[in-house]
């Protein structure tokens, strides 16, 4: 028994960035204009939406690949292309609780980062308290920016100061950027996906957002993009008079306060460059499955188990510890874990 117990601590997997397709989001999508003939085949902006989707073979892939918790959440747009109009409560209102139903149908498997229908933001206050209060779920997901309005805009301050009072948690998926000339051949979630994180961190930054809510803990998708390349850069460049002259030590501090997911890292490069800005105490599990074809899921594993960069106390950190004191539902579903 308790070697098995060990072996679980060793090998136990919090995924925090992985996404359902409900077939009523998928035709809510094609509804509204995105290129495709309802049935297979749907394009958001340029990529292929994964198709047919069920939670039953879902959780079949999530075992398979020794996932033993997914904590699920809408990838983009999410609801921003509905831009707040009437549809936009509803639906959000039927993710969330899609995402409760299959909670409680699978509890050790499943959490979920609840969908707000921004940019109406009396909207999005209520189903936020529907969505932690009612529900129960793990955080709220956001995205990147909504309609040019990134993350850290006074627009979006009341969202922020909720969010802040109750020391939530919250999972930003990057969604297209609000000017991006397409490159040719290129789907946006190559490229200016990543780079779009890296943009709304900047953003946060450089408007002193952290500073103004401290509390919010924050996981942002992909490593941060950009970020364990341009960290620095962005911390150094705030000490400039133009950029408001401050310490340069703070604005550090802001960005390594933030947690960082692994979704789609495959390289020692990548994972050299997060750890060595923020440390393995700040990343996240992610996987992007089943954006991330399954059948790439295990180059992806053996590539973070390969990386000579983290040892066993950093793989643990990475797979669970650092969720489970995110997430106060991990400890409660997992009382026997170990978690210091």
């Not at 993350?151 to 969604?175: M, Q, S, Y």
Request: aromatic fraction near 12%; charge should be negative.
């Amino acid at each position: 028994m308790a070697q098995q117990q060990a072996d679980l601590i060793s090998s136990f997997e919090v995924d925090v960035h992985t996404h359902p397709i409900p077939d009523f989001y998928r035709e809510a999508l094609f509804a509204a204009g995105y290129p495709g003939d309802n049935v297979s085949t749907l394009y958001v902006d340029g990529f292929l939406t994964p198709y047919p989707f069920s939670i039953d073979s879902y959780l079949a892939a999530r075992r398979e690949h020794g996932y033993n918790f997914s904590i699920l959440s809408i990838t983009a747009p999410g609801l921003s292309f509905l831009k707040g109009n009437a549809l936009a409560r509803p639906l959000a209102r039927r993710i969330n609780d899609y995402f409760a139903e299959n909670i409680r149908a699978h509890p050790r498997e499943l959490g979920a980062f609840g969908i707000l229908p921004l940019p109406d933001v009396e909207g999005s206050l209520a189903e936020m308290a529907y969505c932690l209060d009612t529900l129960k779920l793990e955080g709220i997901g956001l995205y990147t920016n909504y309609a040019g309005v990134y993350l850290g805009d006074p627009e979006l301050d009341p969202i922020f100061e909720e969010l802040n009072r109750r020391k939530a948690t919250v999972f930003v998926h990057p969604t297209a950027p609000a000017v991006s000339p397409p490159l040719h051949n290129m789907s946006l979630p190559v490229i200016e996906y990543p780079f779009d994180t890296t943009r709304a961190i900047g953003n946060f930054l450089f408007r002193q957002a952290r500073a103004k809510f401290p509390d919010v803990n924050i996981i942002w998708s992909h490593a941060g993009g950009a970020m364990g390349s341009l960290g620095d850069r962005l911390a150094v460049q705030t000490t400039l008079p133009i950029h408001g002259g401050r310490d340069l030590n703070a604005s550090l501090a802001a960005l390594k306060s933030f947690y960082y997911d692994t979704a789609v890292q495959m390289s020692d490069a990548q994972f050299a460059g997060i750890k060595e800005f923020v440390g393995a105490d700040r990343i996240l599990t992610g996987s992007d499955y089943p954006y991330l074809p399954g059948s790439l899921v295990p180059a992806v594993q053996k590539a973070f188990n390969s990386y000579a960069g983290f040892d066993d106390a950093d793989r643990e950190k990475i797979g669970w510890r650092n969720a489970f004191k995110l997430f106060p539902s991990l400890r409660e579903k997992f009382p026997d874990m170990e978690v210091q």
